[in-house]
C-alpha cells in the first residue's frame, strides 16, 4: 500500500483532529505539538467513534465508556479497552498529509 | 468498472417520474407518497442510537444509487443454491429489482403465487389489509425510501385451507452495481400450509439492497420459510422483516446469512393469537470486513404462545457479527414460553461478535430464557483430532460443522441444509 495524500496541513489545528476516508476505512488524524498522527476511527472496546473522544497530550478517550489510547501508536492504555487500535504511518509535505494505511 | 444500471437518483423528480408511470390504487400512491414525505425528512440513522451504535454506515453513501432504472443486457442473475434437487410449486428471479423469471406449473388453483406489483394491480382490495401493515413503512430512512419506492418483489397467497406440498421459490440478484428494492408479502390464510424458499445472490460490485418482508400466518396455519442472503461482498442490506402469527399458527423462519458487505436487519416476529408457534433459526458465516447486523424480537402479545429463537455463527479474517435480540411478552401473554440464545465461534482473533440478548416481560406466570456463548475453536479439540491423525485444516472444518449442527438439526428441510452446510465449506478458510 502506498501513500496517499489525505488532507492539508493547514485545515488541521494544533492541536486539533479530522476524520478522513481512506480506502473504505474511517481514520483519525490528530495533530498534536507539531506532528501528525493517524490511528483508525474505532475503539476496540466496542467499535466507539474514537475520532469523537477528548484529546489530551498523546491519548484520545473514547466518548463512549473513555478508554485511552496512544495517538502514536494506537496501544491501548486503559480499560475498558484491552486492545490496540490500528496506527497508521504518516508523513507530512509542504502542506499535504500523506498517509500509508496499514493492515 | 462503469456502471451498467441506469440510476437517476432518489430524488423528488425521480420520484414523480417513479410514480407518474405506475398504475396502482390509490390507496397505494397515497402510502407511496406518505413514505416518500417520511423519508425526505429523517436523516439516516446515526451512531448514537442504541440500536446503530455497533454498526457504521458512515461509507455508505445513499446519493450514489437510485430508482432501479432499466437493466442493460448481459447482466446475469446468480445462480440459486436453495432449489438443488428440489421439485418446487412455482418459482420467481429477479435482477436488480426487475422480474427475471417465472414459473408456476405446480402451484395450486386459488393460490396466488407472482410478481407483487401485478399482483397488487389486479387483487388490491385482497392484498390491501396485509401490505404495509405488517413491517412499519416509516420505521426509519430506510424503511420509508423502501416503502415509497419498492418496485417488484413477490406474494404468496394461499387461501384458507390449502396446503401446498412442494415450496415456492424466489431468487432475488443484484448486479453491475444495481439496486433492488423489493418487497415480499407472504400471508397464510387459515389452515393453509407452505414452504417458501427465498434467497438473494449478486456480484461483489457496491449495490444496494433496500427491502423489507412481511409474513401473515393464520390461524392454525403453518409456514414453513427460508430466506438465505447471500448477495456478492459489495452489497449494503437494509431490511425490515416481521411476521405475525395468528392463533394456533406455526412459523418456522431460518435465515441463513452469509453475503453482503453491511447487512442491517430487523426481522421481528409477533404472536397475536394465543397457542402460536415459532421457531427462528439463524446460520451465519461471515468472512474479510464483511459486518452483519441482526435485530431480533420475539414479541408475545398472547397467551400459551411459544417461541423458541437459536442464531449461530461463525466468524472469520476481520469480519463482525451483532446480534441484539429481545423478547417481549406483553401483560396477559401468560404461559408464554420464550427462548432466545446466540453461539458464535470466532476463528480468527482479529473478528469480533457481539451478542446482546434482553428480555421484557410484563406477565407474570412465564417461562422466558436466553443466552448467549462466544468463543474460539478449542485446542484440545484440534489436538484429540491430530491424534486421531487428522491434519488441523481437517480438525477444524469438523469442529466447525459439529458447531452449526445443533442448528442443522432444527431446519426440517434438506436442500436447505445441504446448501448452507456447503457454502460453509467452501469458506473456511485452510488453517495450518
Not at chain 2, 424466489?170 to 428494492?181: E, I, K, N
Amino acid at each position: 500500500m502506498d501513500f496517499q495524500r489525505v488532507a492539508r496541513l493547514s485545515d488541521l489545528p494544533d492541536p486539533g483532529r479530522t476524520v478522513v476516508e481512506i480506502d473504505d476505512r474511517l481514520v483519525v488524524l490528530l495533530r498534536v505539538a507539531g506532528e501528525v498522527f493517524a490511528i483508525d476511527d474505532v475503539c476496540t472496546h466496542d467499535g466507539g467513534p474514537l475520532g469523537e473522544g477528548e484529546l489530551e497530550d498523546h491519548t484520545i478517550a473514547c466518548p463512549r465508556h473513555g478508554a485511552k489510547f496512544d495517538i502514536r501508536t494506537g496501544a491501548a492504555l486503559t480499560m475498558p479497552a484491552t486492545r490496540p487500535t490500528q496506527a497508521h504511518d504518516v508523513k507530512v509535505e509542504g502542506d499535504d498529509i500523506w498517509v500509508r494505511v496499514r493492515d | 468498472m462503469t456502471e451498467m444500471t441506469l440510476a437517476s437518483g432518489f430524488t423528488s423528480d425521480a420520484f414523480a417520474a417513479f410514480l407518474a408511470a405506475r398504475q396502482e390504487p390509490l390507496w397505494l400512491t397515497e402510502l407511496r407518497r406518505a413514505a416518500w414525505e417520511a423519508f425526505e425528512k429523517m436523516e439516516l440513522p446515526s451512531r448514537r442510537e442504541e440500536e446503530w451504535m455497533r454498526t457504521d454506515i458512515r461509507l455508505f453513501k445513499l446519493d450514489r444509487f437510485g430508482l432501479p432504472g432499466e437493466t442493460l443486457p448481459g447482466l446475469t442473475a446468480p445462480p440459486a443454491l436453495l432449489t438443488e434437487g428440489v421439485d418446487l410449486a412455482g418459482r420467481t428471479a429477479s435482477l436488480n429489482s426487475r422480474p427475471g423469471g417465472f414459473s408456476s406449473e405446480g402451484v395450486p388453483p386459488g393460490v396466488l403465487f407472482g410478481n407483487l406489483e401485478e399482483m397488487v394491480a389486479e387483487h388490491g382490495d385482497l392484498l390491501r389489509p396485509h401490505l404495509f401493515q405488517i413491517v412499519n413503512p416509516q420505521a426509519d430512512k430506510f424503511a420509508a425510501l423502501h416503502a415509497a419506492c419498492w418496485s417488484g418483489g413477490v406474494l404468496v397467497y394461499v387461501p384458507r385451507g390449502v396446503r401446498v406440498e412442494k415450496p415456492f421459490h424466489m431468487l432475488s440478484g443484484l448486479a453491475g452495481g444495481g439496486v433492488d428494492l423489493s418487497h415480499a408479502l407472504i400471508v397464510l390464510e387459515e389452515g393453509a400450509e407452505a414452504t417458501v424458499l427465498a434467497e438473494t445472490a449478486g456480484d461483489d460490485q457496491p449495490s444496494l439492497h433496500c427491502g423489507a418482508i412481511e409474513i401473515v400466518v393464520g390461524a392454525g396455519a403453518k409456514l414453513r420459510y427460508v430466506n438465505l442472503q447471500n448477495w456478492g461482498s459489495g452489497t449494503w442490506h437494509f431490511a425490515h422483516q416481521r411476521a405475525v402469527v395468528e392463533r394456533d399458527g406455526a412459523l418456522q423462519w431460518t435465515i441463513g446469512a452469509l453475503g453482503g458487505r453491511l447487512a442491517k436487519v430487523n426481522q421481528h416476529v409477533a404472536l397475536v393469537g394465543d397457542g402460536a408457534d415459532t421457531q427462528v433459526n439463524g446460520v451465519m458465516f461471515t468472512e474479510g470486513k464483511q459486518h452483519l447486523s441482526y435485530h431480533t424480537l420475539q414479541h408475545h402479545q398472547a397467551a400459551h404462545c411459544r417461541s423458541d429463537l437459536l442464531y449461530k455463527g461463525a466468524l472469520q479474517d476481520h469480519s463482525q457479527l451483532v446480534w441484539r435480540g429481545m423478547i417481549k411478552v406483553d401483560p396477559g401473554a401468560q404461559k408464554t414460553n420464550g427462548y432466545q440464545r446466540n453461539d458464535n465461534l470466532i476463528l480468527t482473533e482479529t473478528a469480533r461478535a457481539d451478542s446482546i440478548p434482553g428480555l421484557e416481560i410484563e406477565a407474570d406466570d412465564v417461562i422466558c430464557t436466553h443466552g448467549a456463548t462466544a468463543g474460539r475453536v478449542d485446542d484440545q479439540q484440534i489436538f484429540y483430532a491430530r491424534c486421531r491423525g487428522l491434519t488441523r485444516n481437517e480438525a477444524v472444518r469438523m469442529i466447525v460443522a459439529g458447531f452449526f449442527q445443533q442448528v442443522f438439526d432444527r431446519i426440517t428441510i434438506e436442500s436447505v441444509r445441504e446448501a448452507l452446510g456447503h457454502a460453509i465449506g467452501r469458506r473456511i478458510r485452510e488453517y495450518d
